[in-house]
T-cell receptor, first 117, second 113 residues
């Protein structure tokens, strides 16, 4: 079974700062996918970024980037030039690479990120 | 854009009632999921389905059942609701075979009194 650990229950930064959210995971799988989802107060879960474990290059999406350290089983999310709209719960999630994703995602407990004006 | 629709945003039920939570997706996705979200616990998988009439238990299936009679619809059933089932319930869907991301509905906040 997989486990995902987010060690920061809550973080608060000033607008325009850079913030890094931590995520570690444990698995015996060699082929897998990692995700960061954002859940704003509207409750809609929004995919932020996705990383394939077989790719060494870190994924980026505009102001969002990851630091993927496969050997250390670490998958942190960096948000640059943070904006008020980034205030949300952030969930790190793991998907096995086999089985077509039919058994879904394993989630961490989440980090509540607050961007202060 | 994929749309996953959950029939109710808020629901209040009494202990012992049978409760149905409905979820519909419009993108012909093979996989569908029900998660429960509680503060400090993240999202936990209740049941999932990879095809019509197929269902598999997730991590916390006790007290729940599911039904998938049509590809686009996945129902979560609380046979006899209890107060410890008060929670946020999230439905999701994904394409099969390629480990595509999950697309989520807006959630149903269920209160059992």
């Amino acid at each position: 079974a997989q486990t995902v650990t987010q060690s920061q229950p809550e973080m608060s930064v000033q607008e325009a700062e850079t913030v890094t959210l931590s995520c570690t995971y444990d698995t015996s799988e060699n082929n897998y996918y990692l995700f960061w989802y954002k859940q704003p107060p509207s409750r809609q879960m929004i995919l932020v970024i996705r990383q394939e474990a077989y790719k060494q290059q870190n994924a980026t999406e505009n102001r969002f980037s990851v630091n993927f350290q496969k050997a250390a089983k670490s998958f942190s999310l960096k948000i640059s030039d943070s904006q008020l709209g980034d205030t949300a719960m952030y969930f790190c999630a793991f998907m096995k690479g086999t089985g077509g994703g039919a058994d879904g995602l394993t989630f961490g407990k989440g980090t509540h990120l607050i961007i202060q004006p | 854009d994929v749309k996953v629709t959950q029939s109710s945003r808020y629901l209040v039920k009494r202990t012992g009632e049978k409760v149905f939570l409905e979820c519909v997706q419009d993108m012909d996705h093979e996989n569908m999921f029900w998660y429960r979200q509680d503060p400090g616990l993240g999202l936990r998988l209740i049941y999932f389905s990879y095809d019509v009439k197929m269902k598999e238990k997730g991590d916390i299936p006790e007290g729940y059942s599911v039904s998938r009679e049509k590809k686009e619809r996945f129902s979560l059933i609380l046979e006899s609701a209890s107060t410890n089932q008060t929670s946020m319930y999230l439905c999701a869907s994904s394409r099969g075979l390629d480990r595509s991301p999950l697309h989520f509905g807006n959630g149903t906040r269920l209160t059992v009194t």
